[in-house]
């Protein structure tokens, strides 16, 4: 009962989360375009500090939108004055909702992958917890030490700390979850970006105002640093949280070094788009780099994983076909959520929806796969499409795949 109250919630989880994610991004992208634009104002002839810091226009709506970006005088506080903070918290919460009806209620074990490890669900959501927890304290810490400053030593520990992350967690989650994960702790840092350092130093210098004294930019140079990072981290975070549809990556044999070659690439696009105000080469450069993380993608796709190079031809094939005929989407190799799990279920007793129980032999494989409706495991909408039109030989391959998942001994 609580995990159809669960599945039905995380529909409505999932619409609130994806419309406030799309308000922060676009206000974050269109913010950081505008800073970006600023035309500065030149400093005063008698040296005394200019108010305003810049200006641009900008066509919408119908009319010219003049925006200046300005000092703010203690003695005329804009009113209303508009904060941006909710589009990011709302997009957290709903963020953990969503994690939590999807995953944790049902009991976590849609997180692992039977084939790798025999962790128990409730083990799982600890490790999860734990990860968007840590993450933050780990990656919060580090970047208030001395090191902030040593862009070339701190940015390449950051992204191995990443990396070790994502490889510790596929010793035992299933690749979707790998890489979801990485997302929702990443996300985390983001949010409370937001909370702890960007509206905090709003909050301080506001405050400094309101008490008659001059507005001290210092605050805002504090949290322009987390606000960089928020932006950088933007295009993977959405790759991340997008990856369930994504699963010939997320289920790749090498999908660690592959989440690396992403994340890299998307944050250095970011820098070359941000760039182009003083590099004339850039979207040059940034397609040669996006083709280049195109051809390294497909040769990390292409390397067997240890299964394959030690299993039958068929059972390759059937697995690649898993992958590409968009079974995997759903059927998350090693975990039960939308799908059946199917690691196992060769020759294991299977429940049905009309209460009977079957032996899930071959021949009932084949009808699963052929006319899935006729038969619907119990516990599950009977969602999955036909594969009736598939020619006999690569169902025999879909199935040789099935038959030889097993799980961990
Ligand atoms: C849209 C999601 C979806 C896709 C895509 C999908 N399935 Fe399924 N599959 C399901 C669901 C839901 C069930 C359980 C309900 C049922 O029995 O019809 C299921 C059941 C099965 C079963 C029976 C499992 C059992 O435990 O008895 C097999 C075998 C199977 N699918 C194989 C495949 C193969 C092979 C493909 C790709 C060619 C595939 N599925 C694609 C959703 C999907």
């Known amino acids: 009962m609580e995990t159809e109250i669960a599945g039905w919630l995380s529909v409505v989880f999932r619409l609130v989360h994806v419309v406030a994610a799309i308000m922060w991004i676009g206000n974050s992208l269109l913010f950081t375009w505008m800073e970006l634009n600023l035309i500065p104002a030149p400093p005063k002839k008698d040296g005394e500090e200019n108010e305003l810091l810049g200006h641009l226009d900008m066509l919408h709506g119908g009319g010219v939108f003049h925006l200046q970006k300005k000092i703010i005088n203690p003695a005329a506080i804009p009113v209303p004055l508009h904060w941006f903070m909710w589009q990011s918290y709302t997009t957290w919460l709903s963020g953990v909702l969503l994690l939590i009806s999807v995953f944790y209620v049902g009991g976590g074990s849609a ?3 039977a084939t790798k490890t025999a962790l128990s669900g409730s083990t799982a959501i600890g490790l999860s917890v734990a990860g968007i927890l840590g993450g933050w304290l780990i990656y919060d810490t580090l970047w208030k030490t001395g090191l902030k400053d040593r862009k070339w030593v701190i940015v390449p520990l950051s992204f191995a700390l990443i990396l070790a992350t994502a490889y510790g967690y596929n010793q035992v989650f299933n690749g979707r979850m790998v890489y979801l994960q990485i997302g929702l702790m990443m996300a985390t840092c983001m949010s409370a970006n937001v909370f702890f350092h960007i509206i905090q130093n709003q909050k301080k210098f506001m405050a400094s105002l309101l008490a008659g004294l001059p507005h001290d930019l210092k605050y805002g140079k504090q949290a322009k640093l987390r606000s960089m990072h928020n932006h950088y981290m933007t295009f993977p975070v959405i790759f991340m949280m997008l990856s369930a549809h994504s699963p010939q990556v997320t289920s790749a044999g090498q999908n660690v070094p592959i989440l690396g070659v992403i994340i890299a690439t ?14 004339k080469h850039w979207l040059a450069t940034a397609v040669a780099v ?9 040769v990390l796709l292409a390397v067997p994983t240890r299964q394959e190079s030690s299993a039958a031809t068929g059972v390759v094939a059937g ?6 005929l968009g079974c995997a989407a759903c059927h998350q190799v090693g975990a039960a ?5 199917l690691v196992g279920v060769y ?13 899930a032999d071959e021949a009932y494989l084949r009808e699963s796969i052929l006319h899935p409706q006729l038969k619907v ?3 599950y909408a009977a969602a999955m499409p036909s594969y009736a039109h598939l020619p006999a030989n690569e169902i025999d391959e879909l199935l040789a795949y099935i038959k030889s998942l097993t799980s961990t001994p």
């Open 319 to 324: 697995g690649k076909r898993f992958v590409s």
């Open 347 to 359: 020759n294991a007793p299977q429940p049905l929806a009309d209460g009977s129980t079957i032996l």
């Open 337 to 341: 959520q939308i799908a059946p799990n």
């Open 111 to 113: 997180m692992l992958d």
């Open 377 to 379: 495991v119990k516990g």
């Open 266 to 279: 998307l944050m250095g696009i970011k820098l070359l788009m941000n760039s182009r105000y003083h590099f």
């Open 290 to 298: 996006f083709t280049l993380a195109c051809i390294l993608i497909s």
